[in-house]
């Protein structure tokens, strides 16, 4: 069993910067995929970053060079830094792993980008 819980979510301008984290509790290795989804009103969730391992990472076209996924192993956390964000960043945005036992989720951190 994995349990996520995500944090750092709020209210920004355009062109400030976030820091996501989910701490990660459970059988969870330092090896296994972790993500970050989000979802914004009427719109289906899409996959924003993720990161296999220490360095293998992956993000959404929408959000390259401007977001950077990381993980702590000795505190079972990944963080999702963003920086320039823009209105069209605004959702609530969700931690996900994924291992052979599960699909796991977070219950989600509202970010708004708004003036």
């Known amino acids: 069993q994995v349990r996520l819980a995500e944090s750092g979510g709020g209210l920004v301008q355009p062109g400030g910067s976030l820091r996501l984290s989910c701490a990660a509790s459970g ?3 330092s090896f296994d995929f972790m993500a970050w989804y989000r979802q ?7 996959l924003v970053a993720s990161i296999i391992g220490a360095y293998s990472k992956s ?4 959000v390259k060079g401007r977001f950077t996924i990381s993980r702590d192993n000795a505190k079972n ?3 999702l830094q963003m920086n320039s964000l823009k209105p069209e960043d605004t959702a609530v945005y969700f931690c996900n792993t994924k291992n052979p036992a599960g ?3 977070g219950q989600g951190t509202q970010v708004t980008v708004s003036s």
């Open 103 to 105: 699909d796991y989720w």
């Open 59 to 62: 993000y959404a076209n929408s």
């Open 77 to 79: 956390t990944v963080l």
């Open 27 to 29: 059988s969870i290795f």
């Open 40 to 46: 914004a009103p009427g719109k289906e969730r899409e």
